[in-house]
T-cell receptor
Framework: GAVVSQHPSRVICKSGTSVKIECRSL??????MFWYRQFPKQSLMLMATSNEGSKATYEQGVEKDKFLINHASLTLSTLTVTSAHPEDSSFYIC???????????FGPGTRLTVL | DAKTTQPPSMDCAEGRAANLPCNHSTISGNEYVYWYRQIHSQGPQYIIH???NNETNEMASLIITEDRKSSTLILPHATLRDTAVYYCIVRVFSGGSNYKLTFGKGTLLTVNP
């Protein structure tokens, strides 16, 4: 149990386009989902926390108008990178939690390359 | 800001126990210690968590000192597939009913044949 999937696993796009990444909890209801970013040889950096049906809470320095997060259901959250640029190229990872007291389960990640 | 300190790398022989230390001297009384690991280019995998008592599951054991300022993750019989970056994380309250994990640099454990 506690499986989280992401789609796509890899995406290459042109500079200036928008990319949507999906995160799904397959066998549990995720009241909270998290989005992280990981640059090469660095650790994971939390970008935002989203609760189902509420607006996401963004970490300091993360542009909410550039990284649009939607958490419309208990099993799906999406991250849209708008007007992507090469510096947005990174490994984007989501995680999901069943509640405030429970561990986070991570998806396999999405490798975004912006040309 | 990560509230933990870990050695950047460790080596372990296959079949032996791997003991990964972590310092979290500023931990608060109600903050949990979590351990995750990340194999290259994959999402982190949950291993174990604890508050003050020692914990054991099918993957590992977690030993937390009485003053809670440090802990040790023990993989009892390391295999080559346990080679990964291991993150020790103090879960902190982030407002509302939310908690967050702040990842530090972790320990790269290399299991050698």
């Amino acid at each position: 149990g506690a499986v989280v999937s992401q789609h796509p696993s890899r995406v290459i796009c042109k500079s200036g386009t928008s990319v949507k990444i999906e995160c799904r909890s397959l066998d549990f209801q995720a009241t909270t989902m998290f989005w992280y970013r990981q640059f090469p040889k660095q650790s994971l950096m939390l970008m935002a926390t989203s609760n189902e049906g509420s607006k996401a809470t963004y970490e300091q320095g993360v542009e909410k108008d550039k990284f649009l997060i939607n958490h419309a259901s208990l099993t799906l959250s999406t991250l849209t990178v708008t007007s992507a640029h090469p510096e947005d190229s990174s490994f984007y990872i989501c995680s999901a939690s069943r509640g405030a007291e429970i561990e986070q389960f991570f998806g396999p990640g999405t490798r975004l390359t912006v040309l | 800001d990560a509230k933990t300190t870990q050695p950047p790398s460790m080596d372990c022989a296959e079949g032996r126990a791997a003991n990964l230390p972590c310092n979290h001297s500023t931990i608060s009384g109600n903050e949990y210690v979590y351990w995750y690991r990340q194999i290259h280019s994959q999402g982190p995998q949950y291993i174990i968590h604890g508050l003050k008592n020692n914990e054991t599951n099918e993957m590992a054991s977690l030993i937390i000192t009485e003053d809670r300022k440090s802990s040790t993750l023990i993989l009892p019989h390391a295999t080559l597939r346990d080679t990964a970056v291991y993150y020790c994380i103090v879960r902190v309250f982030s407002g509302g009913s939310n908690y967050k994990l702040t990842f530090g640099k972790g320990t790269l454990l290399t299991v050698n044949p």
